[in-house]
T-cell receptor
Framework: AQRVTQPEKLLSVFKGAPVELKCNYS??????LFWYVQYSRQRLQLLLR??SRESIKGFTADLNKGETSFHLKKPFAQEEDSAMYYC??????????????FGSGTRLQVQP | KAGVTQTPRYLIKTRGQQVTLSCSPI?????VSWYQQTPGQGLQFLFE???????NKGNFPGRFSGRQFSNSRSEMNVSTLELGDSALYLC?????????????FGPGTRLTVL
C-alpha cells in the first residue's frame, strides 16, 4: 500500500522567511513524487515533480529515498505563495497506473 | 489549449437518486482519471480510463462507475446517492506519454446530496 503524510495542516510564515512544507511517503517500489498547489478559487495545478528536478516559482523539492521524504522548500516566501499544497505519489513506474495518492494537504499562509 | 472542463459545476441531489458527471480532457490527452475530494478523507482516487478502458479503480463501492468515449471524454455515474457522497469530484487528464505524464485537473463538480 502507498501512503503520503503531510504532518502540518497549517504553516504560517512572514514574507521573506524560509518555507519548508514536509512530505513523507510509504511505498515499496520506485515512486514518482509531485507537489500540487491550489490557490484560492483556482483549480489544482502541478507545482513540480521530482523527475524533472526543476525549480518553479522558487520552490524546490528533493526526493530523499533514505528518509522517504519529499519536502518542499523556498528560501524566501512571498505573499502570493499563500495556498493549499498537496504532496502526491504515483506508482506508475512500477505498475503503469496513474492513480495519485495525495497527502492531506498543508495550508501555507504568508503574512506581510 | 483549453484546459480540462467539467460539467455541471454544481449539483444538488437527494438520497437515492443517481447522478452523471462529465469531463472533457485537454485535446490530445487520452487518459482521464477521477478523484473525490472531501474535508474528511481528502483527495481519493476513483478510477482511470485510457482508450475507453478502465485501467485502474480505487477503493469505492460499485455504485461509482464511469466510462470513456472514443473522443476521450469521460463520464462518471453515482447511483443510489448517499449523504456521504457529497463532495467535490475532480477529473484529471494526461497525455499518457511516458515522458510527459502530468495530470491536469479540471475545476471540479461540487455535488451536494440532501
Amino acid at each position: 500500500a502507498q501512503r503520503v503524510t503531510q504532518p502540518e495542516k497549517l504553516l504560517s510564515v512572514f514574507k521573506g522567511a524560509p518555507v519548508e512544507l514536509k512530505c513523507n511517503y510509504s511505498y515499496s517500489g520506485s515512486p514518482e513524487l509531485f507537489w500540487y498547489v491550489q490557490y484560492s478559487r483556482q483549480r489544482l495545478q502541478l507545482l513540480l515533480r521530482h523527475i524533472s528536478r526543476e525549480s518553479i516559482k522558487g520552490f524546490t523539492a528533493d526526493l530523499n529515498k533514505g528518509e522517504t521524504s519529499f519536502h518542499l522548500k523556498k528560501p524566501f516566501a512571498q505573499e502570493e505563495d499563500s495556498a493549499m499544497y498537496y504532496c502526491a505519489l504515483s506508482g506508475r513506474r512500477d505498475t503503469g497506473r496513474r492513480a495519485l495518492t495525495f497527502g492531506s494537504g498543508t495550508r501555507l499562509q504568508v503574512q506581510p | 489549449k483549453a484546459g480540462v472542463t467539467q460539467t455541471p459545476r454544481y449539483l444538488i441531489k437527494t438520497r437515492g437518486q443517481q447522478v452523471t458527471l462529465s469531463c472533457s480532457p485537454i485535446s490530445g490527452h487520452r487518459s482521464v482519471s477521477w478523484y473525490q475530494q472531501t474535508p474528511g478523507q481528502g483527495l481519493q482516487f476513483l478510477f482511470e480510463y485510457f482508450s475507453e478502458t478502465q485501467r485502474n479503480k480505487g477503493n469505492f463501492p460499485g455504485r461509482f462507475s464511469g466510462r470513456q468515449f472514443s473522443n476521450s471524454r469521460s463520464e462518471m455515474n453515482v447511483s443510489t446517492l448517499e449523504l456521504g457522497d457529497s463532495a467535490l469530484y475532480l477529473c484529471a487528464s494526461s497525455l499518457a506519454d511516458i515522458r510527459r505524464d502530468t495530470q491536469y485537473f479540471g475545476p471540479g463538480t461540487r455535488l451536494t446530496v440532501l
